[in-house]
């Protein structure tokens, strides 16, 4: 019979970049003996985000950050929102495009991603944050 | 035991913006008397789209606003569909970068979002529009 | 009572382009006998996406392609990770601006879509490909 599971589980960063955390996601789903069913994750934060991304080259990491850099740069004159610092609104634009939001199908007990898939957490603060991600686990 | 529900909303927007709606979402898992679940919200149309963004100060929005403004420009010369006029390729634009899904974990009857956290309709057309998001609510 | 299924499909893509699938998943909707729910898509590969679009005329397709060529133009002198050629760090730059991950409601077994909605997958390399999307299906 179908059930459901919620947790919540803190990241702590150590400023920009992408963390990943699918070991942790697969851990919690392997311990409450959910054999298939579907994980959705859900960040609660505005200026970091959730990413399914390639989990091999870091340099894919590197170039993802180069990329946000050209799109919305720290201090761009366009933006007026600039409360907690020049890299406030790039963040919250980095957020908006890429998402807070995962769900991830799971089969016989392991994540239905592709090879090179990891999720991550991506920090788009300077600073070191404290990041919390909601889970939600349905299956049987 | 787990069980699901469904419900239609309609949203009018006065043109290009973000239109909060938060309450209408608690509002509704609230009244279908669910503990704890999952609700997702997927919209029916192809040039508006769901995002969750900052809350508190409203230059966020605006700030959001011109980035899609310089990023993709109405009238812009790359463009050919302008079937509908010089914002409707943006719109499209737009809404592929931003999306037309959410899915939110609810916790003891509350969304999980963080404290900055609101849901809103982005409309990307400047004249006003009746938008409609489909709710699913799975939970017990 | 609420049951689950799931399912792995197969989409052949020829190349760069966005590829329509919304006729696979409603038939295996309806396959499975399900009146209401909701179906949850993840692709399984860092450099394709998944997409809810424009479905009518084909230049929005084309317009799409436009935008993200000169977003991230294959070559771009930013990028480091070439290993599989000058078209593989914009094909991760358009995965994670777009995303893997579709949630969709269906009523009285039919997905909720808009009239002009149309599920897509995106191929952002220019070879071909065969590429692996997750199925999951809730409803009774």
């Excluded at 059930?3 to 970049?17: C, F, L, N, S, V």
């Excluded at 170039?63 to 366009?78: I, N």
């Excluded at 907690?84 to 991603?113: C, K, Q, W, Y």
């Amino acid at each position: 019979m179908l059930r459901q599971a919620q947790h919540e589980i803190r990241i702590p960063t150590r400023g920009r970049g992408l963390y990943e955390f699918t070991g942790t996601v697969a851990d919690w789903v392997a311990q409450n003996r959910f054999s298939s069913g579907l994980v959705t994750l859900n960040l609660r934060h505005t200026s970091a985000s959730l990413l399914i991304q390639e989990n091999a080259d870091p340099e894919v990491r590197h170039d993802l950050e180069r990329f946000c850099a050209r799109l919305a740069p720290d201090g761009d004159a366009l933006f007026r929102h600039t409360v907690e610092g020049d890299d406030d609104m790039p963040a919250h634009i980095r957020t908006a495009l890429t998402g807070v939001n995962l769900s991830i199908p799971f089969v016989s007990g392991a994540l239905a991603l592709g090879t090179w898939q990891g999720i991550y957490l991506w920090e788009h603060r300077r600073q070191s944050h404290s990041r919390h991600v909601v889970l939600h686990l349905l299956g049987e």
